[in-house]
């Protein structure tokens, strides 16, 4: 991979039209990592994008008002898998591992702040799981 292309984006509701846009954005400027935060979407929305692995963290009230809502998209090409999160107490993040010159590095998505993550490998050990053979996870597709 020459680069890796990542674009963040605060939605503040993710509309139709909005969603409509993101795509052309992505496709236009071949991003490969889409990070969307404050998506308003409840569980039952869809949120399909071709040619990315699509992982979302809703958040929807007991009258089910979406609120909130994380979302990271992951071209399909990418070598990555979908990160378990503990449950926090002040915040909520939504992260993948992906693979870039055959050493893991992890993208996350935090709510608590305007800023996105992303935590390079420790570069004295390899992670047998991405010498190649990462699996690619498919939730949330």
Not at 63 to 71: D, K, M, N, P
Not at 76 to 103: D, K, W
Request: charged fraction near 25%; proline fraction near 5%.
């Amino acid at each position: 991979m020459a680069e890796l292309r990542i674009v963040f984006w605060n939605a503040d509701g993710l509309s139709s039209q909005k969603a409509r846009l993101f795509k052309t954005l992505l496709s236009q400027r071949r991003v490969d990592i889409g990070l969307i935060s404050e998506t308003h979407l409840r569980p039952v929305d869809k949120l399909k994008v071709s040619g990315y692995y699509v992982y979302r963290e809703d958040h929807a009230s007991p009258i089910w008002t979406a609120y909130r809502g994380l979302a990271v998209l992951v071209r399909r090409n990418v070598i990555q898998q979908l990160l378990p999160v503990p449950q926090l107490q002040t915040s909520y993040a939504l992260g993948v591992e992906i693979c870039i010159e055959r050493q893991p590095t992890r993208v996350f998505r935090r709510r608590t702040d305007s800023q996105w993550l992303m935590s390079a490998p420790c570069w004295t050990r390899c992670c047998p799981r991405c010498r190649g053979r990462l699996q690619r996870e498919t939730h949330g597709v």
